[in-house]
């Protein structure tokens, strides 16, 4: 279980986060939304020990604060949103440093069934840096996959963590990464998205924590969360939902003009 206890974050001496307290289960997805400058990116990069931060966060009852490196890279894997590489790997070179840590070190059939789940089968040979950037992201997201292959570890459960996975992708490949996350957590293991698309989010995500200049504004199931009142007021602007009548669980936000 994902536990975040009344955090505080500020990076430069300016507070970004204020008293955020938010749980995550095994076998659920969560994804984190709101505006540009929410804090959406930051909670995450707390979550998993990436930033210092006030309060508490336990992963699978683990201290993150005091947790080694290698602990926390057995039970969870992280796609941040942009991930630059200063030497020319090749695109299998790439997924294959998700071997260097966790439980997979000595699978070296993963790499390439990765690749198959994000569709770039062909790609493996091809330089990284000649990639499109959905390519790239599709490949990071391999990268952690063949971390955390198998979603329930000797440790107990392992996590996802993906920092906007579809931002750079077509229609057809975002469905698929969403997916695949859907199929991860549903296999017994933790994923955290942080997410710009509410329609993705509310057909996908068990579970939304809708944050606003830093604070959550609410957290819980999406159509608890994804309300006119709650998203208007964390976007700043009027905000009218639908819901398609032929699943009754695709959110569609609209601006209210005027």
């Given at each position: 279980?994902?536990?975040?206890d009344?955090i505080?974050?500020?990076?430069?001496?300016?507070?970004?986060?204020?008293n955020i307290?938010?749980t995550?289960?095994?076998?659920?997805l969560?994804?984190?939304v709101g505006p540009?400058?929410?804090g959406k990116?930051?909670?995450?990069r707390?979550m998993?020990g990436?930033?210092?931060?006030?309060?508490k966060i336990s992963?699978?009852?683990?201290d993150?604060?005091?947790?080694?490196?290698?602990?926390?890279?057995?039970?969870?894997?992280?796609?941040a949103?942009e991930?630059?590489?200063?030497?020319p790997?090749?695109?299998?070179?790439v997924i294959?440093?998700?071997?260097?840590?966790?439980?997979?070190?000595?699978a070296?059939?993963?790499p390439?069934?990765?690749?198959?789940?994000?569709?770039?089968s062909k790609?493996a040979?091809?330089?990284?840096?000649?990639?499109?950037?959905?390519?790239?992201?599709r490949?990071?997201?391999?990268?952690?996959?063949?971390?955390?292959?198998?979603p329930?570890?000797?440790?107990?459960?392992?996590?996802?963590?993906?920092?906007?996975?579809v931002?750079?992708?077509?229609?057809?490949?975002?469905?698929?990464?969403?997916?695949?996350?859907?199929?991860?957590?549903?296999?017994?293991?933790g994923?955290?998205?942080v997410?710009h698309?509410?329609?993705l989010s509310?057909?996908?995500?068990?579970?939304?924590?809708?944050?606003?200049e830093g604070?959550?504004?609410?957290?819980?199931p999406?159509?608890?969360v994804?309300?006119d009142?709650?998203?208007?007021?964390?976007?700043g602007?009027a905000?009218?939902t639908?819901?398609m009548?032929?699943?009754?669980t695709?959110?569609?936000?609209?601006?209210?003009?005027g």
């Open positions: 279980m994902l536990v975040v009344d505080s974050v500020a990076l430069s001496r300016s507070p970004v986060l204020h307290s938010l995550a289960r095994p076998g659920t969560t994804a984190i540009n400058g929410s990116t930051t909670l995450m707390a998993t990436e930033v210092a931060y006030q309060g992963l699978n009852d683990l993150v604060a005091r947790a080694r490196p290698w602990q926390l890279a057995g039970m969870r894997a992280v796609m949103q991930t630059q590489l200063a030497f790997f090749t695109v299998l070179e294959q440093l998700g071997l260097t840590s966790g439980e997979n070190a000595d070296r059939d993963l390439l069934r990765a690749l198959a789940e994000v569709d770039l790609h040979s091809r330089n990284y840096q000649d990639l499109s950037g959905g390519e790239r992201q490949v990071q997201l391999a990268r952690a996959l063949v971390q955390v292959w198998n329930i570890g000797t440790a107990g459960a392992r996590w996802l963590f993906l920092d906007e996975p931002a750079s992708l077509d229609l057809g490949h975002q469905l698929q990464v969403m997916r695949l996350a859907r199929r991860f957590a549903d296999a017994g293991g994923v955290i998205a997410m698309d509410l329609n509310a057909m996908f995500a068990d579970k939304v924590a809708l944050l606003a604070a959550l504004v609410a957290a819980g999406p159509d608890a994804l309300t009142a709650q998203l208007s007021r964390a976007y602007c905000i009218r639908n819901v009548p032929s699943s009754g695709w959110l569609l936000p609209q601006a209210v003009a």
